[in-house]
């Protein structure tokens, strides 16, 4: 079976830091570029960064300098680093593999920065 699962999610508290990780099953992530998006309450899905398959990045301009992505193609994994978090980065958080032809999407993992 197919599938991306996030974990890492919960909550924490502003300022803090929280590692997510991705996992694929049934497909190696090397022929993908790799991304992780949000969607806060009312919002709509938003990219915050990605990872090509040569391993650059790129990274939505709030989250500059705070979050880090990786992949490991040993684990087909892809992780986001978040630190010195903040109540706006509360949010479903999704990992996405994509290509020309193929886009898979995770089921999401729950982010909440609070007090």
């Known amino acids: 079976q197919v599938q991306l699962v996030e974990s890492g999610g919960g909550l924490v508290q502003p300022g803090g830091s929280v590692r997510l990780a991705c996992a694929a099953s049934g497909f190696s992530l090397d022929y993908y570029s790799l991304g992780w998006f949000r969607q806060a309450p009312g919002k709509e899905r938003e990219g915050v960064s990605c990872i090509t398959r040569g391993g650059i990045t790129d990274y939505q301009d709030s989250v500059k300098g705070r979050f880090t992505i990786s992949r490991d193609s040993a684990k087909s994994t892809v992780d986001l680093q978040m630190t010195s978090l903040k109540p706006e980065d509360t949010a479903v958080y999704y990992c996405?593999?994509?290509?020309?032809?193929?886009?898979?999407w995770g089921e999401g993992t729950q982010v909440n920065v609070s007090s």
């Open positions: 996405r593999a994509y290509s020309l032809n193929r886009n898979y």
